[in-house]
């Protein structure tokens, strides 16, 4: 069996596709454009690669972007007080603090200052607490738990009564995409680094979720003949054959992999491209809130 390549770059078009068209349908009707706000807080390379990637984005989506950036001497109430500046402005739909921020800065108290109706990326606690609980729904989901889930669903998996394995528990995708998957009536089953003879855990699963961090980590015995297996890891390896010396690879051992699962994302060009999208997707739904519209 070889697995279908699931293409993130394909269906991460076809949402920031919908986005742009929701964007039209919005300034035809004479409603004010959707807008995002980023924060970057010192000179960080990652993170200013980060940012323009999502300003591009917007521009891309006809999304109103504004661009902040503070130096990594900034207080705590510098930031915060930037946020709070934002929370009021009737301009901005959504407000993303690119993380991490320098030391010695408190990223818990900056997410807690945004406002929950324009935490776009989905950090508030209350809107993660509501995502933790049954019956509530949050504002919004962080985006790259969020594409995950949207991919499953846009390929056609059953998650209904499926086993789904997730490997990490981090609280930007671990721990919120095994909440959604909740959400979805799978059986989730989460493991990381403490947890007895991950294999086997592994090997449980219809669904793989690999979000630890850790380069090549999930091997091909690891996986049951036929599961899906999403990539969630984006880590940078020596390889000398490559023309810069080095290459990114996932949390998962592709060419083993591929090899027994039904469908998997490849890294680079699989979960990568439907976080952004899906940031656009919620900058949308904020727009629309804000304006009262409920197409």
């Not at 770059?9 to 742009?20: E, G, P, T, W």
């Not at 984006?234 to 039904?262: C, F, Q, W």
Request: charged letters at 20%.
């Amino acid at each position: 069996m070889t697995a279908t390549i699931i293409d993130g770059k394909v269906l991460a078009q076809q949402v920031r596709d919908q986005a742009k068209a929701d964007v039209e349908k919005m300034k035809e009707m004479g409603l004010r454009v959707p807008g995002l706000a980023t924060v970057l807080v010192g000179d960080n390379p990652a993170s200013k690669v980060y940012v323009a990637s999502k300003q591009k984005a917007c521009g891309e989506a006809g999304i109103e972007s504004f661009g902040h950036t503070l130096p990594a001497t900034a207080t705590q109430e510098e930031v915060e007080g930037l946020v709070r500046e934002l929370n009021a402005d009737p301009r901005v739909d959504g407000i993303l603090v690119q993380l991490p921020l320098p030391s010695p800065l408190d990223e818990e108290g900056v997410l807690k200052s945004i406002s929950i109706e324009k935490d776009v990326d989905g950090f508030h606690p209350i809107n993660i607490g509501r995502l933790a609980q049954k019956g509530r729904d949050p504002l919004f989901v962080p985006c790259t738990p969020y594409g995950c889930v949207y991919m499953l669903k846009l390929i056609g998996t059953k998650l209904e009564g499926c086993n789904a394995v997730v490997l990490g528990r981090s609280n930007i995708v671990g721990m919120p995409v095994a909440l959604l998957l909740v959400r979805e009536n799978a059986t989730v089953t989460i493991c990381h680094s403490r947890s007895k003879d991950l294999p086997a855990i592994c090997r449980g699963a219809d669904v793989l979720i690999a979000a630890v961090g850790r380069a090549q980590m999930v091997r091909g015995d690891w996986v049951k003949p036929g599961a899906v297996v999403i990539d969630v890891g984006i880590n940078r390896i020596d390889d000398p054959t490559h023309p810069k010396g080095s290459r990114l690879v996932g949390d998962v051992m592709y060419d083993e992999v591929k090899e027994v699962a039904s469908a998997i994302t490849p890294v680079p060009g699989g979960v990568g491209p439907m976080t952004i999208a899906m940031l656009m997707r919620n900058t949308v739904h904020s727009a629309k809130m804000a304006q009262n519209v409920t197409w």
